[in-house]
């Protein structure tokens, strides 16, 4: 399964169908929270000193922005790299996360490629 910001999910493929977010966020709602902990936010650099609650409440404004989808082929890819070249044939962006074989992978900062491996973007 892959996690985009749905600002960059307006793509249509056959690889992948979307999956409802009421639905997919509870498949992965720990392993995204505890990545969520973990980004750093010069915009609200006092983010990580609010009650649970609080953040939380940013938490779930942060699930509501992520389009999931689940990969829809016989053949499951093997690692990340190949998800990503997966992805790279229908979208200019990498996912923001993947899930594969039971573990999240947070790709949102890696640099967008071609078919060649060149970097054609990256992500500020």
């Known amino acids: 399964m892959v996690?985009?910001?749905r600002s960059e999910a307006d793509f249509f493929t056959e690889s992948f169908i979307e999956i409802e977010e009421e639905i997919a966020w509870k498949f992965c709602k720990d392993d995204l929270w505890k990545a969520y902990l973990e980004i750093e936010d010069e915009e609200?650099?006092?983010?990580?000193?609010?009650?649970?609650?609080?953040?939380?409440?940013?938490?779930?404004?942060?699930?509501t922005s992520?389009?999931?989808?689940?990969?829809?082929?016989?053949?499951?890819?093997?690692?990340?790299?190949?998800?990503?070249?997966?992805?790279n044939e229908f979208s200019f962006w990498n996912p923001m996360y993947i899930w594969l074989n039971g573990k999240?992978?947070?790709?949102?900062?890696?640099?967008?490629?071609?078919?060649?491996?060149?970097?054609?973007g990256v992500r500020f």
């Open 3 to 5: 996690a985009y910001d």
């Open 44 to 63: 609200d650099p006092e983010f990580h000193e609010l009650p649970e609650f609080e953040q939380k409440e940013y938490f779930r404004d942060f699930l």
């Open 66 to 87: 992520l389009a999931f989808f689940r990969f829809e082929d016989n053949k499951i890819p093997k690692d990340v790299h190949e998800v990503l070249k997966i992805t």
């Open 104 to 120: 999240l992978h947070d790709t949102y900062g890696l640099p967008a490629t071609d078919q060649d491996g060149n970097i054609v």
